[in-house]
Nanobody, 121 residues
Framework: QVQLVESGGGLVQPGGSLRLSCEVS????????MGWYRQAPGKQREVVAA?????????SYIDSVKGRFTISRDNAKNTVYLQMNSLKPDDTAVYYC?????????????WGQGTQVTVSS
């Protein structure tokens, strides 16, 4: 059974940094695409960053976080991280870890419980 557990959120001032962690069980992060999403109040959930190709370590980011956020993984700990620097109030949201698994010919989304990130002075 796939389980994702996020941690590391909190309250930070504009310009500050946070590192989110996603502990994964049931699959190996070294062989699976993994992503971080966020959902702000009143807005749709959006993908922020993803490891698209685990074997080639190809990553992707939305334009608004390029140069500020970095997604990475620790295969030994089976954990995915999101390093967030130069945080802005617009980054305030609940952040979710995600993986998509092919089951019976269909992709199924797995989500963690989310971790709140609040950027405010």
């Amino acid at each position: 059974q796939v389980q994702l557990v996020e941690s590391g959120g909190g309250l930070v001032q504009p310009g500050g940094s946070l590192r989110l962690s996603c502990e994964v069980s049931g699959i190996f992060v070294r062989t699976n695409a993994m992503g971080w999403y966020r959902q702000a109040p009143g807005k749709q959930r959006e993908v922020v960053a993803a490891i698209i190709s685990p074997t080639s370590n190809i990553t992707s980011y939305i334009d608004s976080v390029k140069g500020r956020f970095t997604i990475s993984r620790d295969n030994a700990k089976n954990t995915v991280y999101l390093q967030m620097n130069s945080l802005k109030p617009d980054d305030t949201a609940v952040y979710y870890c995600n993986t998509k698994q092919l089951l019976n010919g269909k992709f199924v989304d797995y989500w963690g419980q989310g971790t709140q990130v609040t950027v405010s002075s």
